[in-house]
């Protein structure tokens, strides 16, 4: 295994395509810090390279869509993942233990073999990384938003919120870079490693959370629940803990979240009316590649024409952690309305939220 990546087009298609999405997930997984799944996803890359046949292999091997915008790997990982965590395929343990010198091309094979049909509708939709860590990014954005005078009262508006655990933001408590914010403990503490000067400590409200999804997952479903433990990464054991965090709140109290695309979202909620003295913001995280392109341009252009109506006591804000293809490197990127409504790099981050190195 290497951790080479190649910079190819993301909507590239073909075999060659998909055999450079596994080789970039396997660079990717062993940079941060996910050997295991590295693991996974080369030892599929070698049953396709060698021409292992197979219902499940065939249909990676001639994947119909671009493989790296769709995440292809992750899919496979995931569902492989999933069958490990369900019990059903003890071959696996060794492989997810982290156990050296076994055969990991044989041993996926024969779990392929025996549970194809199980592991085929993982492949119809994309992955589930729906991550509580990322909430700190969106808080450290909101700081920074107050600090250039918005209206510190935010009404929150999430796209491709999964199960809703960014929409539960408010009651988490963070600390970042010296920077306390939220209830205390509250539901789960979120601490990435903080690198820059901290953000500012101003006072922020989450006046209120809503969020859509195309497939709405229900954490208080064991085996929705489920599909979300299948995308974290088995090395990356604090995840599985505020996933479990995550599970109880919404056992408590569920979020705010309704099935609709993107674009039909961002519409409907802006054209309703804002209160006064408060800033509503559009946030999303690692989901902006996975909308279709005329959904992008629908809700671009809705932001802004939304912006061109934003006053002082009304204000809009639109929060991305989103991937930069170009350097492989999660971007926090906000833009605001009253003003120019440019993009603004306000830190470097772990898409997990494991670091943020803020630039803000």
Known sequence: MT???????????????????????????????????????????????????????????????????????????????????????????????????????????????????DLQPWLDGPPQTNEAGRSANFVAA?????????????????????????????????????????????????????????????????????GCDVAPVDLTDPAQALRLKAFVWPEMTERFQRLEAAIDAARAAPPDLVKMNAADFVEAELARPQAAGTTRVLMHSIVWQYVPGDQQERVTAAMEAAGARASADKALAWIALEANREIHLHELVVRYWPGDGAARMLARAHPHGTSIDWRG
């Not at 292992?52 to 492989?80: F, Q, S």
């Not at 696996?92 to 010198?101: M, P, T």
């Not at 010296?178 to 601490?191: D, T």
Request: a negative charge; hydrophobic letters at 50%; one cysteine or more.
């Open 142 to 210: 909101m700081l920074w938003l107050a600090e250039q005078g918005l209206p510190p009262r935010f009404q929150c508006l999430e796209i491709g919120s999964s199960g809703g655990i960014n929409l539960m933001l408010a009651r988490y408590h963070y600390a970042l870079g010296g920077v306390n914010v939220g209830p205390e403990p509250g539901a789960m503490r979120i601490a990435p490693e903080w690198q820059g000067a901290p953000p500012p400590a101003r006072a922020i409200e989450i006046a209120s959370t809503r």
């Open 3 to 117: 951790g080479k990546y190649e910079f190819i087009d993301m909507q590239a298609t073909g075999m060659d395509a998909v055999a450079t999405a596994f080789a970039n997930q396997v660079a990717y997984c062993l940079n941060a810090g996910a050997p295991v799944t590295a693991r996974v996803c080369a030892a599929v890359a070698q049953l396709l390279e060698r021409g292992e046949r197979g219902p499940l292999l065939d249909r990676i091997r001639g994947w119909k869509g671009a493989p790296l915008a769709d995440a292809l790997p992750l899919r496979v990982a995931g569902a492989l993942h999933g069958l490990h965590l369900s019990g059903r395929a003890p071959a696996l343990a060794a492989l997810y233990a982290g156990v050296q010198d076994i055969d990991d091309a044989a041993i996926i094979a024969g779990v392929i073999a025996a549970h194809d049909a």
